[in-house]
């Protein structure tokens, strides 16, 4: 069984910068795709990033240059490296990860559909 779970969430101010991670076990597939999505409050979840197997990576327009997406394939966990945070980064943010393998552009393109396995969240507060 695949189970996601996230962790590093927190407050910080505008400006600053968080590390989240997320572990990802029971995952036996060969090939694989895994994502950053996020939720504020009274909005749909939207894809923040992107990674494939082949280390591709894709951004939404919204947190290009300052975030980052990667993954530590030995230690089956995923990160995001964010910076530069603003208040309207406000949001819970959750990991997922696909059955199999998609390009990380195809899969940001296609959004939550893409994605079977879901992390719980982690909240990310960012203050003025």
């Known amino acids: 069984q695949v189970q996601l779970a996230e962790s590093g969430g927190g407050s910080v101010q505008a400006g600053g910068s968080l590390r989240l991670s997320c572990r990802v076990s029971?995952?036996?597939?060969?090939?694989?795709?895994w994502a950053w999505f996020r939720q504020a409050p009274g909005k749909e979840r939207e894809a923040v990033a992107t990674?494939?197997?082949?280390?591709?990576?894709s951004y939404a327009d919204f947190v290009k240059a300052r975030f980052t997406i990667s993954q530590d394939n030995d230690k089956n966990t995923l990160y995001l490296r964010m910076s530069s945070l603003k208040p309207e980064d406000t949001a819970m943010y959750y990991c997922?990860?696909?059955?199999?393998?998609?390009?990380?552009?195809?899969?940001?393109?296609?959004?939550?559909?893409?994605?079977?396995?879901w992390g719980q969240g982690t909240q990310v507060t960012v203050s003025s």
């Open positions: 997922a990860a696909r059955r199999d393998g998609m390009r990380a552009t195809q899969a940001l393109a296609i959004g939550e559909d893409a994605f079977e396995y």
């Open positions: 990674i494939d197997s082949d280390g591709m990576t």
């Open positions: 029971g995952y036996t597939y060969g090939r694989h795709c």
